[in-house]
């Protein structure tokens, strides 16, 4: 007898993207929800994709179609093809560059090992300190700068020589001189005493700095205090607060006040350059213009 071949019924164009889970239930691929999302013909079952999921089967149809946009959709495999290529071409005429070992042989042979590091702090040894190259040539132009004002105006004023005198601790200015010097300061006493810094007693950029710093503190009345952690002075205690100071003052009985500061709150560990010094470049901007 003879069987009769019956031809199997052809899958529905749906059933093609479906993959059973279970005998009961049918979970479909993520091709199917982003062609056939909306179509009628997909199976008619209970399971629905949660919000995450379909928002993540969007960006990647998103996705998809960027890399179609841009020419990248085979770019993995033109790079795999061209890596397996490259591959043959070196087992057939031999490698063309260096292998990773070859590289690490000549690395390890052309490196000299380092001096070991050691702490000079634990030592008890002081700090060194190897500025930079830029370092170097910025602080080499500032002296030269520096040098060469200070020869300018050493020649420009031979002829003006001050000195403080250590016996002395009063010197009031008369009338007559303090109406000199208010006529010469022209309303602008900062400036003027700055510009004596610069062209007539120079210091360098940061000592004028400090010692404008300090007059503007007097000038205006707000008055000096030895801010420091270890040395500084008591909570209020300040050098003429709300006293302005300017160049027709007695200078030496500031400076005398200053002292006795000092020795009631704590010396000045900067070297004077919270008192002494700023005190003393005024005194000499004072006689300077007396003098002429």
């Known amino acids: 007898f003879v069987i009769a071949q019956i031809p199997a019924p052809a899958p529905s ?12 239930r049918q979970r479909p691929s993520y091709l199917d929800f982003i062609n056939h999302s909306s179509s009628p013909t997909m199976p008619n079952n209970n399971y629905q994709p ?15 179609e960027r890399l179609a946009d841009l020419g990248l959709v085979d ?7 061209s890596i397996l290529a490259d ?14 070992q070859t590289l690490r042989r000549v690395t390890r042979a052309a490196v000299t090992p380092s001096p070991p590091r050691s702490s000079r ?20 132009l500032a002296r030269k700068k520096f040098k060469a004002i200070k020869k300018k105006t050493k020649a420009a004023n031979l002829n003006f020589k001050c000195d403080i005198p250590m016996d002395v601790f009063s010197s009031p200015l008369t009338g007559k001189e303090k109406a000199l010097i208010g006529k010469m300061m022209e309303g602008d006493f900062l400036g003027k005493f700055e510009h004596y810094l610069t062209e007539v007693d120079t210091l360098s950029d940061q000592n004028r700095r400090n010692v404008v ?12 205090r030895y801010e420091s952690k270890a040395y500084g002075w008591p ?9 302005k100071i300017g160049p027709t003052d007695d200078i030496l009985k500031l400076m005398d006040i200053g002292r006795e500061c000092e020795e009631e709150w704590g010396r000045d560990h900067g ?20 003098q002429g």
């Open 271 to 290: 070297n004077g350059w919270l008192l002494g010094h700023p005190l003393k470049k005024l005194y000499m901007f004072q006689q300077y213009h007396l």
């Open 13 to 24: 164009p749906s059933a093609l993207h479906w993959s059973p889970i279970s005998k009961d």
């Open 87 to 100: 591959r043959k071409n070196r087992r057939r005429h031999g490698p063309s560059t260096p292998t990773k």
């Open 75 to 81: 770019a993995k495999k033109r790079v795999r093809s």
């Open 213 to 224: 710093r300090q007059i503007t503190k007097l000038a205006t009345g707000e008055g000096i």
């Open 50 to 64: 949660s919000p995450y999921e379909r928002a993540r089967l969007e960006k990647i149809k998103r996705n998809n």
């Open 235 to 243: 909570e209020g205690c300040y050098f003429l607060r709300g006293t």
């Open 121 to 140: 702090r634990l030592k008890r040894k002081p700090a060194q300190y190897e500025p930079l190259m830029d370092d170097d040539e910025s602080l080499r």
